[in-house]
């Protein structure tokens, strides 16, 4: 058995190192995984650089961060497995989501943005919404629908840091006004009546990256066999995470005090796509919500880091310039990923990028083993991204 | 140079006060409460803000770093990026900084120092009066037990005493843990 720590923040989307260690994947592999539940992605990412763990439950732009030096010395990260798609929602206090939805079920999402613009440019003083990092999907998703809504989100509104815990606290008390946050924090603000959940990601991105499992670059270079091991184990925990059979167990497996310490019931909800938009209502079933296996999830496109990168550029966090782009997309690691699948003879793409949401309708793909079909990845606006054009993309982005 | 100290713990973080003091660095301003935290911070414009590791708000503190006009580019650091033994004692310590940009290495790096040694000295502290506290404790259970064998059983202390000892270690149990089981049995079985 060789130890393994990895780093993670108590979300839904842990699920999989954790169940890779409670339902004996690791074990299978050879390792001894240990779990170091932190309060701040800041704190997971230094425990990561600095090897007080070996890998790491990440919001992924913040692996790209790392990466190019944002806010820290640069050090390389290296992702070779994505652990999950979307599974975020924004929650509003319920006042102000009444003015955008029927509080009961999925809605127009372009719709629902354009009434919030126009709520938000007459608001007396400007709304502010909370995202959980800097570097996170959640506030380039949110970013990139309030700007095809036709906000300016520097100016327009204020965007501001909120750790998960508190994200609900927050709404409660009047700090902010909505929320972009993943589970279960959105159903606990549901469940308080402090909150009505108004979008969810995936209704802007139907499959956007979220988090990652991020390693030293160094480290995988050094131990490639170790990171091997652990991404089958990862994938394994992926199979068990959408068996239907498994669901009770799975939803109390994260509940424990070590793990997410939370409701069992409202992490089966997640689990199982079955939201609750407000308190009262009955759970809807959304499909997309969480995507952590089905479709070759787990596999680390070239283009999602690509686009990452044109939403940092987009959001003034980091200057395009071709060399840090070429450093952002190479955190993301596909060849490490197929080299790990390939004894499991599963599926896995031919090819390392896409054009992201370019998928109109499920859709037979190139593979290097197995076979695969894609669903469709389309992006609210019916915008595309091709990671061959990012000056093109940047130009023609909304600028409000 | 200007020093702010964020830790839900008012006593470490006076711990750390009062070393930083000690060593004529007497601009220090502590921050216990997390509300308002971000704009104290900025209206403080520190040079140097130490935080400890498990704070859960370090998230909001380096969004405000980054976008803040009034405080100079500020990066997290461990002391001496270059020194891996250095940083592995203050992440194993659990405190962090942020240092802005500009400011010399010799001048952080002993308020680094010293943070790093009153977070250890600290948690010392705390695991030796945890370890007193439990030991007092298990006395107590010990000499409650005992008085009861003596009671109960008509034993003298030394009988009482020793049957406690073989019933822990044909048990493979602390003492402590036998007599705690005894009084538990005790108290539930009401006397009989």
Same mark, same amino acid.
């Given at each position: 058995?060789?130890?393994?720590?990895?780093?993670?923040?108590?979300? @839904?989307?842990?699920? *999989?190192?954790?169940?890779?260690?409670?339902?004996?994947?690791?074990?299978?592999?050879?390792?001894?995984?240990?779990?170091?539940?932190?309060?701040?992605?800041?704190? @997971?990412?230094?425990? *990561?650089?600095?090897?007080?763990?070996?890998?790491?439950?990440?919001?992924?732009?913040?692996?790209?961060?790392?990466?190019?030096?944002? +806010?820290?010395?640069?050090? #390389?990260?290296?992702? #070779?497995?994505?652990?999950?798609?979307?599974?975020?929602?924004?929650?509003?206090?319920?006042? *102000?989501?009444?003015?955008?939805?029927? +509080?009961?079920?999925?809605?127009?999402?372009?719709?629902?943005?354009?009434?919030?613009?126009?709520?938000?440019?007459?608001?007396?003083?400007?709304?502010?919404?909370?995202?959980?990092?800097?570097?996170?999907?959640?506030?380039?998703?949110?970013?990139?629908?309030?700007?095809?809504?036709?906000?300016?989100?520097?100016?327009? %509104?204020?965007?501001?840091?909120?750790?998960? #815990?508190?994200?609900?606290?927050?709404?409660?008390?009047?700090? %902010?006004?909505?929320?972009?946050?993943?589970?279960?924090?959105?159903?606990?603000?549901?469940?308080?009546?402090?909150?009505?959940?108004?979008?969810?990601?995936?209704?802007?991105?139907?499959?956007?990256?979220?988090?990652?499992?991020?390693?030293?670059?160094?480290?995988?270079?050094?131990?490639?066999?170790?990171?091997?091991?652990?991404?089958?184990?990862?994938?394994?925990?992926?199979?068990?995470?959408?068996?239907?059979?498994?669901?009770?167990?799975?939803?109390?497996?994260?509940?424990?005090?070590?793990?997410?310490?939370?409701?069992?019931?409202?992490?089966?909800?997640?689990?199982?796509?079955?939201?609750?938009?407000?308190?009262?209502?009955?759970?809807?079933?959304?499909?997309?919500?969480?995507?952590?296996?089905?479709?070759?999830?787990?596999?680390?496109?070239?283009?999602?880091?690509?686009?990452?990168?044109?939403?940092?550029?987009?959001?003034?966090? %980091?200057?395009?310039?071709?060399?840090?782009?070429?450093?952002?997309?190479? @955190?993301?690691?596909?060849?490490?990923?197929?080299?790990?699948?390939?004894?499991?003879? @599963?599926?896995?793409? +031919?090819?390392?990028?896409? *054009?992201?949401?370019?998928?109109?309708?499920?859709?037979?793909?190139?593979?290097?083993? +197995?076979?695969?079909?894609?669903?469709?990845?389309?992006?609210?606006?019916?915008?595309?991204?091709?990671?061959?054009?990012?000056?093109?993309?940047?130009?023609?982005?909304?600028?409000? | 140079?200007?020093?702010?100290? /964020?830790?839900?713990?008012?006593?470490?973080?006076?711990?750390?006060?009062?070393?930083?003091?000690?060593?004529?660095?007497?601009?220090?301003?502590?921050?216990?409460?997390?509300? $308002?935290?971000?704009?104290?911070?900025?209206?403080?414009?520190?040079?140097? /803000?130490?935080?400890? !590791?498990?704070?859960?708000?370090?998230?909001?503190?380096?969004?405000? !770093? &980054?976008?803040?006009?009034?405080?100079?580019?500020?990066?997290?650091?461990?002391?001496?990026?270059?020194?891996?033994?250095?940083?592995?004692?203050?992440?194993?310590? $659990?405190?962090?900084?942020?240092?802005?940009?500009?400011?010399?290495?010799?001048? /952080?790096?002993?308020?680094?120092?010293?943070?790093?040694?009153?977070?250890?000295?600290?948690?010392?502290?705390?695991?030796?009066?945890?370890?007193?506290?439990?030991?007092?404790?298990?006395?107590?259970?010990?000499?409650?037990?005992?008085?009861?064998?003596?009671?109960?059983?008509?034993?003298?202390?030394?009988? &009482?005493?020793?049957?406690?000892?073989?019933?822990?270690?044909?048990?493979?149990?602390?003492?402590?843990?036998?007599?705690?089981? !005894?009084?538990?049995?005790?108290?539930?079985?009401?006397? !009989?």
């Amino acid at each position: 058995m060789t130890a393994m720590r990895i780093g993670f923040l108590p979300l @839904v989307d842990a699920a *999989l190192p954790i169940l890779a260690r409670e339902m004996g994947f690791a074990e299978a592999e050879g390792l001894s995984l240990e779990l170091v539940r932190d309060m701040s992605w800041a704190t @997971v990412c230094d425990r *990561l650089l600095y090897g007080h763990s070996d890998a790491a439950h990440m919001v992924a732009p913040l692996a790209i961060a790392a990466t190019l030096g944002l +806010g820290r010395p640069p050090r #390389p990260l290296s992702v #070779p497995f994505v652990l999950g798609l979307n599974g975020n929602a924004i929650t509003m206090r319920p006042d *102000l989501a009444a003015q955008l939805s029927d +509080g009961a079920r999925p809605g127009d999402i372009a719709a629902i943005g354009r009434q919030f613009a126009m709520v938000a440019k007459s608001a007396a003083t400007k709304l502010r919404l909370g995202v959980v990092h800097r570097y996170s999907s959640h506030n380039y998703m949110l970013r990139y629908w309030l700007m095809v809504s036709g906000l300016n989100p520097d100016r327009d %509104v204020d965007i501001v840091t909120i750790a998960p #815990p508190f994200a609900s606290d927050a709404l409660a008390n009047g700090e %902010v006004d909505g929320i972009c946050v993943g589970e279960p924090w959105n159903s606990v603000a549901v469940d308080c009546g402090v909150g009505v959940i108004v979008a969810m990601t995936s209704q802007i991105w139907q499959r956007g990256v979220e988090k990652v499992l991020a390693m030293r670059t160094e480290r995988l270079a050094a131990e490639p066999e170790l990171a091997h091991a652990l991404i089958r184990a990862l994938y394994r925990a992926g199979e068990a995470f959408v068996d239907p059979a498994r669901l009770d167990e799975i939803s109390r497996i994260l509940a424990r005090p070590n793990y997410l310490d939370g409701s069992a019931e409202l992490i089966a909800g997640a689990v199982s796509d079955r939201i609750l938009f407000a308190k009262g209502q009955a759970r809807v079933h959304v499909p997309d919500f969480m995507f952590q296996h089905r479709e070759a999830a787990n596999f680390p496109w070239v283009s999602q880091a690509a686009w990452l990168y044109a939403q940092m550029c987009l959001a003034g966090h %980091v200057e395009p310039d071709s060399a840090r782009y070429k450093a952002a997309k190479a @955190v993301f690691r596909p060849d490490v990923y197929r080299t790990a699948l390939s004894p499991l003879g @599963v599926a896995v793409p +031919g090819a390392s990028a896409k *054009l992201e949401g370019g998928i109109a309708h499920p859709t037979g793909v190139g593979t290097a083993q +197995g076979r695969l079909i894609l669903g469709p990845d389309r992006f609210f606006d019916g915008r595309q991204f091709d990671p061959e054009q990012l000056d093109s993309y940047l130009q023609n982005m909304p600028k409000n | 140079m200007r020093i702010a100290i /964020i830790d839900e713990s008012p006593a470490r973080a006076a711990v750390i006060e009062e070393g930083l003091r000690e060593t004529g660095l007497t601009d220090v301003t502590l921050f216990t409460d997390r509300h $308002g935290l971000v704009s104290r911070i900025e209206a403080l414009a520190p040079d140097v /803000i130490l935080i400890d !590791l498990t704070n859960p708000h370090r998230d909001e503190l380096e969004e405000l !770093l &980054a976008v803040s006009r009034a405080i100079s580019r500020p990066v997290a650091m461990f002391v001496d990026q270059s020194d891996a033994a250095a940083m592995e004692s203050a992440i194993d310590a $659990g405190v962090s900084a942020y240092v802005v940009d500009g400011m010399k290495k010799e001048r /952080i790096k002993p308020v680094l120092e010293l943070a790093i040694r009153r977070f250890n000295a600290f948690a010392r502290l705390r695991a030796e009066l945890d370890e007193a506290r439990s030991a007092l404790a298990d006395r107590d259970a010990v000499d409650r037990a005992k008085r009861l064998l003596m009671k109960k059983r008509g034993m003298d202390e030394a009988a &009482a005493y020793a049957a406690l000892r073989k019933a822990a270690m044909d048990s493979g149990r602390k003492i402590a843990e036998v007599a705690d089981a !005894l009084l538990t049995a005790e108290k539930l079985m009401g006397g !009989l």
